[in-house]
């Protein structure tokens, strides 16, 4: 299969100008010279840099990559159908099996963005980011990437050091076993699944807690808990993880609320105010 980059560029552009900005958790602005999402705020939504998609926009870009093209099916919020087309378009044949994994209908993505005052998060159940609202972002940073690995949660805790700064040390052992007991929890259910077999390959290879944890064999799905982060704007905040699984277990949508009693939706209210403002596009 090769690549239609006329056929690609149209695309990208018709489906950006359909996205309004408040549909993707974006102020809309009173300067819009254009309907929809500007090239820039695709780019940011999407993992990517402006340059390249703004190339793949000229149809003059390289092919992107399956995973490039997922990021950009949820950046746009294409429907499972446009997804496929898309990926066609780019040379690929479109990703086997059913609509759940990587790609989040776009009615759960408007649920998302709806929750602008809760951060909120669409994870898979091996702990891909694959989408956050705006207020998650300020919270926990962005890390939906483009990368395979990048964009996983346990994988950035047992091998980048840099992403348990944001949480209490003494809570660390606590953490990492509540993600290896999830994960083991989500391997199990894929059994023979390529993409879960090379992540935990990986973290064996990785991380030596991982290892000794993983050998435990403890399993429990994550619908709940309670987390500390440590912000670098709003300070400590206690709050609340709600964890809604879809019917068949690929993803969460995980809501971080405020627990009763405390200052948490105060300092999220500030959050709101200062917070996302680093997050939006320039």
């Given amino acids: 299969m090769t690549i239609d980059r006329r056929e690609l560029a149209d695309f990208l552009r018709r489906s950006r100008e359909r996205v309004r900005p408040q549909d993707a958790g974006l102020p809309a602005g009173p300067r819009r010279r254009t309907p929809g999402l500007r090239r820039e705020e695709v780019a940011h939504l999407a993992g990517m840099s402006a340059d390249y998609y703004i190339r793949l926009e000229q149809a003059r870009g390289p092919q992107p990559s399956p995973q490039m093209l997922a990021a950009l099916a949820r950046a746009l919020r294409l429907t499972t159908d446009e997804r496929d087309h898309l990926h066609l378009l780019a040379g690929h044949r479109p990703p086997a099996g059913p609509p759940a994994g990587e790609h989040v209908p776009p009615g759960l993505l408007h649920l998302l963005d709806q929750l602008d005052t809760t951060p909120a998060q669409v994870l898979s159940d091996l702990g891909d980011v694959l989408a956050q609202n705006a207020m998650a972002r300020a919270l926990l940073g962005g890390v939906c990437t483009v990368s395979e690995h ?60 991982f290892a000794e944890l993983w050998a435990r064999h403890e399993v429990a799905v994550r619908r709940h808990s309670r987390m500390r982060v440590v912000h670098p704007v709003i300070g400590p905040l206690d709050l ?29 209210a500030l959050l709101r105010v200062v917070g996302t403002e680093q997050f939006l596009p320039s």
């Fill in 150 to 209: 990048g964009r996983n949660v346990v994988w950035r805790w047992f091998a980048d050091p840099g992403a348990r700064t944001a949480y209490p040390a003494e809570e660390h052992a606590y953490y990492s076993r509540l993600h290896v007991a999830d994960l083991r929890a989500a391997v199990g259910r894929r059994a023979g699944d390529p993409a879960a077999a090379r992540l935990v390959e990986r973290l064996y290879g990785a991380s030596e807690e």
């Fill in 240 to 268: 609340d993880c709600q964890v809604l699984l879809a019917p068949a277990g690929e993803q969460r949508l995980v809501l971080h609320t405020p627990p009763p009693g405390t200052d948490a939706a105060e300092r999220l």
